[in-house]
């Protein structure tokens, strides 16, 4: 079977390439960034492919499709995994037009790609972004019902995706398994990186200052309380969605009437992705301090504007439909980032 994955070059997109190829599958993967990006153990596997192209314009996603998806193609596509996207935070704010034109017009189009070739299976990468400062949840955590109230750009993109995909699960047949990813980290983050726990190993490693932005939170210490999770805990999880497509697919040849959140044509779920522990900026801060055996400079810095003081998840969901549950330790998460 081959996967289709979007954003393949990226932090998450190499990782899910190589969970899906470890398991035999044949990987086909799309980013808008040069091969030299991509790291060379996908690249010279047999049963990985990359191309080229931008996903909000069309006109580069034509020959693409006529070579994967119209007659004659050797290439049999059962899941879509739509991971390219924008998504810092602070950037949203600054550049909204940016965030709309790149998350929603680029998911739009995956979309009616997968309707114009009568794709079936969507795996879509969301984010904790979409609920905002919740209230009231106490050590629970969010649950996927309490969505909609986005304070940043970011989070917004990614819940009009959310909207966009379940109305193309209902009118259009595709079933779809949208992740909410709490705060991803596992794995050594390129020179660039977004995510904290690699922004503050590379601060540690390069004695440049690391910013906190905001010490005047409603919490325990004054710093955002946040989730984390490990890559391969995510990795595992889209595999388990592949899993249920294929449950789904088995389902419906035995005409079962047994059906996930049904709609008139297709079959959605949507799961939040965190390990429900949460953990100030502060205390990850000294986390990857004791790990790394050494400090640096911290800069006391404004609230960031669209940043939540308390986001943890409520996983539950994901182990009832799917049977996933983290492995992995914020410790795990440190010790696995440092290059």
């Excluded at 991803?184 to 540690?204: C, F, Q, R, T, Y």
């Excluded at 088995?250 to 297709?266: A, D, L, P, R």
């Amino acid at each position: 079977m081959s996967i289709f994955i979007t954003g393949a070059a990226g932090f998450i997109g190499q990782k899910i390439c190589e969970g899906f190829l470890n398991k035999g599958h044949h990987v086909l993967g799309l980013d808008i960034v040069p091969r030299s990006n991509v790291l060379s153990t996908l690249l010279n596997h047999p049963k990985f492919s990359y191309v080229i192209a931008d996903l909000r314009k069309k006109e580069e996603l034509k020959p693409i499709c006529r070579m994967l998806f119209e007659v004659g193609s050797p290439v049999s596509i059962s899941c879509v995994i739509h991971l390219a996207a924008s998504i810092k935070v602070g950037e949203s704010e600054e550049n909204p037009y940016l965030y709309y034109e790149n998350n929603v017009f680029s998911t739009l189009n995956v979309l009616e790609m997968m309707k114009t070739y009568k794709l079936k299976n969507l795996i879509f990468a969301s984010t904790a972004a979409v609920y905002g400062t919740i209230v009231d949840v106490g050590d629970n955590g969010v649950t996927e019902d309490l969505a909609g109230n986005a304070e940043s750009v970011y989070g917004s993109s990614k819940y009009v995706c959310e909207e966009m995909i379940s109305h193309y699960s209902r009118t259009q047949g595709i079933n779809a398994v949208m992740f909410r990813f709490f705060n991803v980290s596992g794995a050594p983050e390129d020179h660039n990186p977004v995510h904290l726990i690699p922004i503050i190993l590379k601060s540690i490693q390069t004695q440049n200052p690391f910013t906190i932005f905001g010490s005047d939170y409603p919490t325990r210490d004054g710093t955002c309380i946040r989730d984390y999770i490990h890559l391969a805990d995510l990795v595992s999880a889209h595999l388990l969605a592949f899993r249920w497509f294929n449950t789904l697919s088995h389902s419906n040849q035995s005409n079962s009437n047994v059906k996930e959140n049904q709609t008139n044509k297709g079959n959605t779920l949507t799961l939040n992705l965190g390990t429900s522990s949460g953990f100030t900026v502060q205390e990850v801060l000294d986390a990857c301090i004791r790990c790394n055996g050494k400090s640096t400079t911290i800069i006391d810095g404004e609230r960031r504007s669209g940043d939540p003081a308390f986001l943890i998840a409520n996983s539950d969901l994901a182990k009832e439909k799917l049977g996933w549950s983290p492995q992995k330790t914020l410790d795990d998460m440190i010790n696995d980032s440092i290059v």
